[in-house]
């Protein structure tokens, strides 16, 4: 049975400081790891899918890599805008939906 | 614009009521989704479908019931059966199922039970 495990459950920062945010999967056979960002009260924004170990993903302050066990979410230089809470989740071999983890909360404050 | 339309956004049902959520994609997806949500947990797989006319339970099917006839359209009812239905319904769409490409996701409803 595919599991995805995000750690932390929260996590705040302050304005500027870099942190990365983990997902821990076990499938198998991976056929793509997603990440999203959910807003409060709305559905989930994709950012970002990953296929294989090695692949990297970018956008603005987010970075996205994988390996054969996790995917990290890295955060670089992060505004209150980025305030939210990230989910993983992956499609496998075994599955035709793609399978969550229960989220990192993140909070960036001034 | 494409995207998922999801209706309404808040809902209420007495108890014993059946209630229809909606869900609208104008993506040319064939595939759709329907996940709960409740705090502190991750998203659960209620019902998936791959294709018109057909789909398939997910973990959380009990109390649940799903259409699909026509490509656009996968409506969810929350029956009577479904013993703790308040949570925040969420559907999705990829354009195949069992395949590693990303779904998108509606707005969402939020069904209370008063």
């Known amino acids: 049975e595919d599991q995805v495990t995000q750690s932390p459950e929260a996590l705040r920062l302050q304005e500027g400081e870099s942190s990365s945010l983990n997902c821990s999967y076990t499938?198998?056979?991976?056929?793509?790891l997603f990440w999203y960002r959910q807003d409060p009260g709305k559905g989930p924004e994709f950012l970002f899918t990953?296929?294989?170990a090695g692949e990297e993903k970018e956008k603005e302050r987010l970075k996205a890599t994988l390996t054969k066990k996790e995917s990290f979410l890295h955060i670089t230089a992060p505004k209150p805008e980025d305030s939210a809470t990230y989910l993983c989740?992956?499609?496998?071999?075994?599955?035709?939906?793609?399978?969550f983890g229960k989220g990192t909360s993140l909070l960036v404050t001034p | 614009d494409g995207g998922i339309t999801q209706s309404p956004k808040y809902l209420f049902r007495k108890e014993g009521q059946n209630v229809t959520l909606s869900c609208e994609q104008n993506?040319?997806?064939?595939?759709m989704y329907w996940y709960r949500q409740d705090p502190g947990q991750g998203l659960r797989l209620i019902y998936y479908?791959?294709?018109?006319?057909?789909?398939q339970k997910g973990d959380i099917a009990e109390g649940y019931s799903v259409s699909r006839e026509k490509k656009e359209s996968f409506p969810l009812t929350v029956t009577s059966a479904q013993k703790n239905p308040t949570a925040f319904y969420l559907c999705?769409?990829?354009?195949?199922?069992?395949?590693?490409?990303?779904?998108?996701f509606g707005q969402g409803t939020r069904l209370t039970v008063v």
């Open positions: 999705a769409s990829s354009p195949e199922a069992g395949h590693g490409l990303e779904a998108f």
């Open positions: 499938v198998s056979g991976l056929r793509g």
């Open positions: 990953l296929y294989s």
């Open positions: 989740a992956v499609r496998s071999n075994s599955g035709y939906a793609l399978n």
């Open positions: 993506l040319n997806h064939d595939a």
């Open positions: 479908s791959q294709i018109v006319n057909d789909f």
